[in-house]
């Protein structure tokens, strides 16, 4: 991932609670390597967790801000957007969908990380139909008086296998992989979480294997606007 990058793109991740990001880890950071412009987002703080009972509903929110800040950290990502749409209240309302919109007319993204569609916590299946429906809103001028993000943006989903949409892997670079462990293992440390070394690199060698590259993250994608070639190989 040493490559120039001429054409700096901003590549935007937008997950329901802090530690959702865990799987995109690799992707984000190999942009990062790159040069890219790298933010992370949440649609909720993640209040609700079980984990933090000793603190009150205002406690839990500024750890779980701290969490995702430490995260944008490690990864050397630009910013921590937290939308605070409320845990468990994540709907794929208009008014959600609009304040997301709003998001891409602010940081304008080439390119959208989220959940996926069929995923079976509501928050996390709506904040991917919210990462969704937000592209053609953020296009339409329906938010921010009348501003616009008309770029094409491609979407790319956490893998589900009942999706039907196309699947992209993406290989993920030695040193990478290295933040995707010290993210894992900062969690880890805060809800004692086993055997974390283990899932972090052992999933990501089975993508690895399918894809014949050595650690993989893989996804379902959206609007991929790669121009026709004549020739398949």
């Known amino acids: ?6 054409d700096k793109k901003t590549i935007l991740s937008i997950f329901a609670h802090p530690d959702d990001e865990l799987g995109s880890i690799g992707t984000l950071s190999n942009h990062v390597e790159r040069g890219d412009r790298v933010i992370m987002s949440w649609t909720t703080c993640g209040e609700m967790t079980t984990l933090l009972k000793d603190l009150d509903i205002e406690e839990v929110k500024k750890e779980r801000k701290r969490h995702g800040q430490e995260i944008v950290n490690i990864v050397g990502a630009e910013k921590a957007i937290f939308l605070d749409l409320g845990d ?3 709907q794929n309302t208009r008014e959600q969908r609009l304040t ?3 998001l891409y007319v602010q940081e304008k ?3 959208v990380i989220t959940w996926g569609l069929n995923n079976n916590h509501p928050d996390h299946r709506y904040t991917g139909y919210l990462a969704l429906d937000a592209i053609k809103l953020a296009r339409i001028n329906a938010v921010n008086n009348g501003q616009s993000h008309r770029k094409d943006v491609k979407l790319f989903h956490y893998f589900e296998s009942q999706s039907r949409l196309p699947v992209r892997y993406v290989d993920v670079s030695e040193t990478s992989m290295e933040k995707a462990v010290s993210c894992a293992n900062f969690y880890a440390e805060i809800y004692d979480w086993k055997n974390v070394d283990s899932w972090v690199i052992d999933r990501r060698k089975a993508r690895g294997l399918e894809s014949s590259t050595k650690y993989a993250e893989k996804y379902n994608v959206q609007f991929d606007f790669s121009k026709p070639s004549m020739y398949i190989c």
């Open 1 to 6: 991932m040493n490559e120039m990058n001429d």
């Open 100 to 102: 997301v919109a709003d």
């Open 88 to 90: 468990t209240y994540i």
């Open 109 to 111: 993204p080439d390119v």
